[in-house]
Nanobody, 120 residues
């Protein structure tokens, strides 16, 4: 069972920065994409950003474009999210996700979540 271990959350003032890290417990073969989702109280979980393991293509939620940057390290099976110019509305639990082929079927793995709180 693959485990995703997240770190880097915390409390920051508006306009500040944080970097989230996520490392897989073992080599994830046939990774399709890794990324970050977030869930604020009373809201559905939403995609923040993801990066394709082969090729490095990225997608971002419109609300974070220009402020957040996702990157990866194929050797360490890690993905990072650099968050700049944070806003109170970025407050949420952030979850790392890895989508991996198991045979021909994509399977999602999730981290335990890390809290990001942005004060105004």
């Amino acid at each position: 069972q693959v485990q995703l271990v997240e770190s880097g959350g915390g409390l920051v003032q508006a306009g500040g920065s944080l970097t989230l890290s996520c490392t897989a417990s073992e080599n994830i073969f046939r990774t399709i994409v890794m990324g970050w989702y977030r869930q604020a109280p009373g809201k559905e979980r939403e995609l923040v950003a993801h990066i394709f393991w082969n090729g490095g293509g990225t997608d971002y939620a419109n609300s974070v474009k220009g402020r957040f940057t996702i990157s990866k390290d194929n050797v360490d099976n890690a993905v990072y999210l650099r968050m700049n110019s944070l806003k109170p509305e970025d407050t949420a639990v952030y979850y790392c996700n890895a989508r991996v082929y198991s045979g021909s079927v994509p399977v999602d793995y999730w981290g335990q979540g890390t809290q990001v709180t942005v004060s105004s």
